[in-house]
């Protein structure tokens, strides 16, 4: 089966296009190369019709008057008739024409009636100028063929108007069938268009501007080998490349989250750590003096820092662990309280935070998921606040109507500026 891309498709039904415009046009030319010779046909018998009356005028003239000038007008008539007669049908038997085939049986008859009519009318000028009484050559010869002549001259013209009528009886079908046929192809062209280009061109688009805005969809690909195939193969791999880079870059921003993680993490144990090596020195110091409960209580502080050095280690722990989500009820407060210890040490002079959470208010969320939601927002509010001093606020609001909490975090700084308003929900 041969396939054919898109552009030989164009191709394809630009040449069929041309093709069946040209047959059309061809068809047409056809045809009205018959209505011409019709046409002309019918001028020729009026020609021809209009000497016979000629003839007629003059012949009455003569037979009234006896003018040597109108004998001779009626003869010079008769010969351009009978030239112009002969002149037709050479022109019919070259050309042939098969629909004009009873033309040459007009001409034929009149050619014949002109012949007897110049007969008669050379004898009735002999009888005239002998002074012979032609009343009944007049009337039984002249007259009649004149007559004659007349009829068989608008028969020829009443031939050419049927000849006429009868093409444009014959042309109202093809040319409505044409029209149809060309209105049916255009519209069929338009539809395969849209079917073949437009609409997946436009799916594409649809598809780009969806990645614009953050979601990335592979375009399905169709079994037709074409241009459109490979756009949307070439469209898919970028989709998948995409998709990497984004892989990439969650995984820097987790880094850089774990950073701020170990940073906050390394300024909380070093609390504890003092205390268990202030504590241990002290137990060390009066162990010659048998100082019993005092060493008794270094060792208990120093258990206790040693617990509190483990709950800060294994909440980071968690925080490195999760991947999905793993709901939970938990005081909200408590989420914040580990926030607001894990950037402690980011926080510079000048700025406070302030917390207006309801120590009641538990909801079911993934604890690190959350943590690591508002230590972002948290921090993105420390790096706004320009100049010192300033403030944050986490406020919460529990809505118990619809069984939601709303949480709200708010900062002193100048706000996001109005070119990237529109990307706050943007990866990064």
């Not at 891309?5 to 047409?28: C, E, H, P, T």
């Not at 998948?240 to 987790?254: S, W």
């Amino acid at each position: 089966m041969i396939h054919l891309n898109l552009r030989q498709k164009i191709v394809a039904g630009i040449v069929l296009y041309i093709f069946f415009y040209v047959s059309l046009g061809f068809s047409f030319f056809k045809k009205f190369e018959e209505f011409n010779e019709d046409v002309t046909i019918l001028i020729h018998a009026i020609k021809i019709s209009n000497i016979c009356l000629e003839i007629r005028r003059y012949e009455k003239n003569y037979i009234i008057r006896h003018n040597l000038n109108d004998y001779e007008t009626v003869k010079k008539y008769i010969n351009e008739a009978t030239d112009y007669i002969n002149i037709v049908r050479k022109d019919l038997d070259i050309k042939n024409y098969p629909y004009l085939n009873e033309a040459p049986h007009y001409l034929d008859k009149l050619s014949t009636k002109l012949l007897e009519y110049k007969t008669s009318f050379s004898d009735l000028h002999i009888g005239l100028e002998d002074q012979v009484d032609s009343t009944i050559l007049i009337q039984e010869k002249i007259q009649p063929i004149g007559q004659a002549t007349i009829n068989i001259s608008d028969e020829f013209i009443n031939y050419g108007q049927s000849k006429r009528a009868e093409f444009i009886s014959k042309a109202k079908l093809p040319i409505i069938s044409s029209l149809t046929l060309l209105i049916v192809f255009t519209v069929i062209t338009a539809i395969l268009l849209h079917q073949k280009l437009i609409a997946p061109l436009k799916s594409i688009e649809q598809a780009a501007n969806t990645i614009a805005k953050g979601t990335f969809v592979p375009l399905p690909v169709p079994k037709q080998k074409d241009e459109i195939q490979r756009v949307r193969q070439a469209f898919n791999r970028m989709v998948h490349e995409l998709e990497m880079q984004q892989e990439q870059l969650i995984q820097a921003q987790k880094l850089s989250s774990i950073g701020t993680l170990a940073s906050g993490t390394a300024h909380q144990l070093n609390n504890p750590l003092n205390n268990i090596s202030t504590s241990c020195q002290i137990a060390l110091d009066e162990l010659d003096q048998g100082d019993l409960p005092l060493i008794s209580k270094m060792l208990t502080t120093i258990y206790q820092e040693t617990q509190r050095a483990s709950e800060i280690v294994k909440g980071l722990l968690e925080f490195s662990r999760a991947q999905t989500f793993s709901f939970q009820p938990v005081a909200l407060t408590e989420v914040v309280d580990r926030v607001i210890k894990l950037v402690s040490s980011d926080i510079p002079p000048g700025i406070i935070i302030h917390k207006k959470i309801p120590k009641t208010l538990i909801l079911d969320l993934d604890v690190q998921k959350m943590t690591e939601a508002i230590l972002n927002l948290v921090l993105n509010g420390i790096q706004a606040i320009k100049p010192l001093p300033g403030s944050i606020t986490i406020t919460a609001l529990d809505n118990k109507e619809v069984g939601e909490a709303t949480i709200i975090i708010e900062d002193s700084g100048n706000g996001i500026e109005g070119e990237n308003l529109s990307k706050i929900f943007d990866p990064f």
